[in-house]
């Protein structure tokens, strides 16, 4: 019985430890995001802080580092005229309104740069939600391994991926990260494989 107990413990200290573990450098683990670099396709998702994602897509644009001729907004009806104002003539802007997830624009993206015949990409979105979008680059739709990913972050107040605990809005994006991503992992990777949705 002792022996049984003793194991018991250690299996609860274990436990927990990977708990704290976890909890403490889930920020480093969601945030993926590089440095700008130069890409041939910038991909502003919908949802989230849009307003600050556009902002970022503009300010990458100005800053020369799409050296191709697209840019992809999702998850939009429309953009604002000031936006347009923003890029030159020769730039071929694409909105798609009908993506509605995460999963959906990166399925469709990895199509375009198929068909356009692509070699980088940046998406651009919140730093704690690019984790997800790497996930599901690396594991659903076509395999694109000749093509450069990239996630930029645009801004999010207060983001700090080792500190991100202590700041009650960076901690709730990052838990509802996590949440998102093991249900999204369960809906596509589990339940899609046996037929379901």
């Given at each position: 019985?002792?022996?049984?107990?003793?194991?018991?413990?250690?299996?609860?200290?274990?436990?927990?430890?990977?708990?704290?573990?976890?909890?403490?450098?889930?920020?480093?683990?969601?945030?993926?995001?590089?440095?700008?670099?130069?890409?041939?396709?910038?991909?502003?998702?919908?949802?989230?802080?849009?307003?600050?994602?556009?902002?970022?897509?503009?300010?990458?644009?100005?800053?020369?580092?799409?050296?191709?001729?697209?840019?992809?907004?999702?998850?939009?009806?429309?953009?604002?005229?000031?936006?347009?104002?923003?890029?030159?003539?020769?730039?071929?802007?694409?909105?798609?309104?009908?993506?509605?997830?995460t999963m959906e624009e990166v399925i469709s993206t990895?199509?375009f740069i198929k068909q356009n015949n692509i070699s980088?990409?940046?998406?651009?979105?919140?730093?704690?939600?690019?984790?997800?979008?790497?996930?599901?680059?690396?594991?659903?739709?076509?395999?694109?391994?000749?093509?450069?990913?990239?996630?930029?972050?645009?801004?999010?107040?207060?983001?700090?991926?080792?500190?991100?605990?202590?700041?009650?809005?960076?901690?709730?994006?990052?838990?509802?990260?996590?949440?998102?991503?093991?249900?999204?992992?369960?809906?596509?990777?589990?339940?899609?494989?046996?037929?379901?949705?």
């Open positions: 019985k002792k022996k049984k107990f003793m194991k018991t413990i250690l299996f609860l200290i274990l436990l927990i430890t990977g708990f704290i573990y976890s909890f403490l450098n889930l920020g480093i683990f969601l945030d993926v995001t590089k440095e700008p670099s130069k890409t041939e396709l910038l991909v502003c998702l919908g949802g989230g802080y849009h307003e600050k994602r556009v902002q970022k897509t503009v300010e990458l644009y100005k800053n020369d580092f799409l050296t191709g001729k697209n840019i992809i907004f999702t998850g939009v009806p429309a953009l604002d005229k000031y936006v347009y104002k923003n890029f030159d003539s020769k730039t071929n802007i694409s909105i798609n309104s009908k993506l509605k997830n990895k199509e980088s990409v940046t998406f651009i979105t919140e730093a704690p939600h690019s984790k997800r979008i790497e996930l599901f680059w690396e594991n659903f739709g076509e395999n694109l391994p000749n093509v450069k990913f990239s996630v930029v972050g645009s801004e999010l107040k207060d983001w700090d991926k080792i500190n991100y605990f202590e700041n009650k809005s960076s901690r709730e994006y990052a838990l509802g990260e996590a949440a998102k991503l093991v249900y999204n992992f369960f809906i596509y990777g589990v339940l899609e494989k046996f037929g379901y949705k």
